[in-house]
């Protein structure tokens, strides 16, 4: 049986009778990026809360690889960083880690310059950009070397140069501190940039675990047919030993597999009589396998 590096089971969060996260379970590999998406108010920060220990679950277990010592081993960035806006990053550092129980000046400074910070190491918070104090409070959270560092929705308000920073410091702490990584966010199409595994969660409910290598998978080069008679269609696929396929409504037909197979399939449909309204390659977009997930999901 494999073991995980982070594992919940059937793990539940209620808040009154309201369940902000139900009997979820996801599998979380050592030195991964993984992505949590979904719309607003499904649950991820929720979890992300409970797996960091800022809020007890009302049932279902979280395993850490390491036992009780691990849960001090996590660093977390859930909604925005808590900023003395007076005061500039290195301070704003030692605050917090003097409360920890951390105080150390040259981590504090090799961290600053890690993110990106160290030309404007003096300049007070308040004028920061978003991506900046978004960076800083990456910072803050990385203070004590945590083997697990938790992200909830880093990039939201970016302007497109913010993301790309934001995006390239999560990168670098990956690949450089070998650190494992949860991050979150309702847009599939920049998380898709950087994480190899993706929980997709809609109220509460985890909808499907998948890697990055399935969704290009899934999102690949197919055969779109608009017909009339879908029946029909589908059954002039199987004849020709294409099982591979998906109905998407009651016109549109999707076909895995068979690009080389266009002109062949196109004669046999006409042969057949299948009406055939268009048909073309193309791919899906990741944001269309997104909304369909989430249309599907419970």
């Given at each position: 049986?494999?073991e995980y590096y982070i594992q919940t089971n059937m793990l539940t969060k209620k808040?009154?009778?309201?369940?902000?996260?139900?009997?979820?379970?996801?599998?979380?590999?050592?030195?991964?990026?993984?992505?949590?998406?979904?719309?607003?108010?499904?649950?991820?920060?929720?979890?992300?809360?409970?797996?960091?220990?800022?809020?007890?679950?009302?049932?279902?277990?979280?395993?850490?690889?390491?036992?009780?010592?691990?849960?001090?081993?996590?660093?977390?960035?859930?909604?925005?960083?808590?900023?003395?806006?007076?005061?500039?990053?290195?301070?704003?550092?030692?605050?917090?880690?003097?409360?920890?129980?951390?105080?150390?000046?040259?981590?504090?400074?090799?961290?600053?310059?890690?993110?990106?910070?160290?030309?404007?190491?003096?300049?007070?918070?308040?004028?920061?950009?978003?991506?900046?104090?978004?960076?800083?409070?990456?910072?803050?959270?990385?203070?004590?070397?945590?083997?697990l560092i938790i992200l909830d929705e880093p990039i939201n308000g970016l302007d497109?140069?913010?993301?790309?920073?934001?995006?390239?410091?999560?990168?670098?702490?990956?690949?450089?501190?070998?650190?494992?990584?949860?991050?979150?966010?309702?847009?599939?199409?920049?998380?898709?940039?950087?994480?190899?595994?993706?929980?997709?969660?809609?109220?509460?409910?985890?909808?499907?675990?998948?890697?990055?290598?399935?969704?290009?998978?899934?999102?690949?080069?197919?055969?779109?047919?608009?017909?009339?008679?879908?029946?029909?269609?589908?059954?002039?696929?199987?004849?020709?030993?294409?099982?591979?396929?998906?109905?998407?409504?009651?016109?549109?037909?999707?076909?895995?597999?068979?690009?080389?197979?266009?002109?062949?399939?196109?004669?046999?449909?006409?042969?057949?009589?299948?009406?055939?309204?268009?048909?073309?390659?193309?791919?899906?977009?990741?944001?269309?396998?997104?909304?369909?997930?989430?249309?599907?999901?419970?």
């Open positions: 049986m494999k808040y009154g009778n309201t369940e902000a996260v139900s009997k979820l379970s996801i599998h979380v590999n050592k030195g991964e990026i993984y992505g949590l998406i979904g719309p607003n108010g499904a649950g991820k920060t929720t979890l992300m809360k409970m797996i960091s220990g800022l809020a007890a679950p009302t049932a279902g277990e979280i395993n850490i690889m390491g036992g009780e010592d691990a849960q001090n081993r996590i660093g977390c960035l859930v909604e925005s960083p808590g900023l003395y806006g007076n005061l500039n990053a290195y301070d704003n550092m030692k605050i917090k880690a003097k409360a920890l129980g951390l105080y150390d000046r040259q981590e504090i400074k090799w961290l600053i310059d890690f993110v990106g910070l160290g030309n404007v190491q003096g300049k007070k918070t308040k004028n920061y950009s978003l991506g900046m104090k978004q960076r800083l409070g990456i910072a803050m959270a990385l203070i004590g070397h945590p083997d497109p140069q913010g993301i790309i920073e934001v995006r390239e410091l999560i990168l670098k702490l990956c690949k450089e501190q070998d650190m494992t990584i949860i991050i979150s966010s309702h847009i599939l199409e920049e998380l898709s940039k950087i994480a190899t595994q993706f929980a997709i969660i809609k109220s509460g409910k985890l909808i499907m675990e998948i890697s990055s290598d399935e969704i290009k998978k899934t999102c690949g080069e197919r055969l779109e047919i608009v017909t009339d008679e879908i029946g029909l269609c589908t059954t002039v696929l199987e004849e020709m030993g294409i099982n591979d396929y998906l109905v998407e409504n009651d016109t549109t037909v999707y076909a895995k597999n068979c690009s080389e197979r266009v002109a062949e399939i196109t004669k046999r449909l006409v042969d057949s009589s299948v009406p055939v309204t268009s048909i073309g390659l193309n791919s899906m977009s990741l944001e269309e396998f997104y909304l369909n997930a989430i249309e599907k999901g419970v």
